[in-house]
C-alpha cells in the first residue's frame, strides 16, 4: 500500500524551532510537498522538494532524502499564527495521483 | 488571481434531496479536484479532472457525481447522501496534475 505517515502532534513555545517529519512509501514519486491548515480553513502551500536538500523559504525550510523515502519541514522564529495542522504531500508517478500524510497538528505555546 | 472559490460555503440537506456543489478557477490551471476531508484527518482525493476530461475516480460512490463544463468550473452534484457522507469537501486546481494545488475554502456539508 501507500503511506506517508508523520507524528500526530507537536507543542512547542514562541520563539522555538520545530521540526515536523514525514516518511512515505509509495508506488513512485515525483516530489514532496508541504501544506498548513488552520483550523476550519483550506490548506495553503508552503513547499516542495523534488530533489535531495533543503529548501528554504523565510522562517519554513523544507529537506527531502530521496534513499530514505523522508523529509522534513522546519519551522524557525515560532509565532502563534503558526499553530495549524500540517501535511506533507506526495505525488506519484506510478498512480499520479496526490496522496497526503496522516497530519501533525502543531501547537505553539506562549 | 490566485482564488479558488467554492460554493455554498454551509450545506444542511436531507438524505433525499439533490444538490451541487460549485467550484470555479480562473488561474488558466488544467487539473482540478475533489477531496473528501473528515475532522482531524487528511483531504481525501475523490476526483481529479485532468485538460477537462475524468482522469480519476477513486473508487467514489455513484451518489456523487462530478462534472466539469469548461475549464474554470468544476462542480459535484450529490444525490441519495448518507449521514457518513457528512464532511468539508474541498476543491482545487494546480496547473498541471502533480503541481502545487491551490484549494478553495470548502464546503461545509451535513447529511440529516
Known amino acids: 500500500g501507500q503511506s506517508l505517515e508523520q507524528p500526530s502532534e507537536v507543542t512547542a513555545v514562541e520563539g522555538a524551532i520545530v521540526q515536523i517529519n514525514c516518511t512515505y512509501q509509495?508506488?513512485?514519486?515525483?516530489?514532496l510537498s508541504w501544506y498548513q491548515q488552520h483550523d476550519g480553513g483550506a490548506p495553503t502551500f508552503l513547499s516542495y522538494n523534488a530533489l535531495d536538500g533543503l529548501e528554504e523559504t523565510g522562517r519554513f525550510s523544507s529537506f527531502l532524502s530521496r534513499s530514505d523515502s523522508y523529509g522534513y519541514l522546519l519551522l524557525q522564529e515560532l509565532q502563534m499564527k503558526d499553530s495549524a495542522s500540517y501535511f506533507c504531500a506526495v505525488y506519484t508517478s506510478g498512480t499520479y495521483k496526490y496522496i497526503f500524510g496522516t497530519g501533525t497538528r502543531l501547537k505553539v505555546l506562549a | 488571481d490566485t482564488e479558488v472559490t467554492q460554493t455554498p460555503k454551509h450545506l444542511v440537506m436531507g438524505m433525499t434531496n439533490k444538490k451541487s456543489l460549485k467550484c470555479e478557477q480562473h488561474?488558466?490551471?488544467?487539473?482540478m479536484y475533489w477531496y473528501k476531508q473528515k475532522a482531524k484527518k487528511p483531504p481525501e482525493l475523490m476526483f481529479v479532472y485532468s485538460y477537462e476530461k475524468l482522469s480519476i475516480n477513486e473508487s467514489v460512490p455513484s451518489r456523487f457525481s462530478p462534472e466539469c463544463p469548461n475549464s474554470s468550473l468544476l462542480n459535484l452534484h450529490l444525490h441519495a447522501l448518507q449521514p457518513e457522507d457528512s464532511a468539508l469537501y474541498l476543491c482545487?486546481?494546480?496547473?498541471?496534475?502533480?503541481?502545487?494545488?491551490?484549494f478553495g475554502p470548502g464546503t461545509r456539508l451535513t447529511v440529516t
Open positions: 509509495t508506488s513512485g514519486f515525483y516530489g
Open positions: 488561474m488558466g490551471h488544467r487539473a
Open positions: 482545487a486546481s494546480s496547473q498541471a496534475p502533480g503541481d502545487e494545488q491551490y
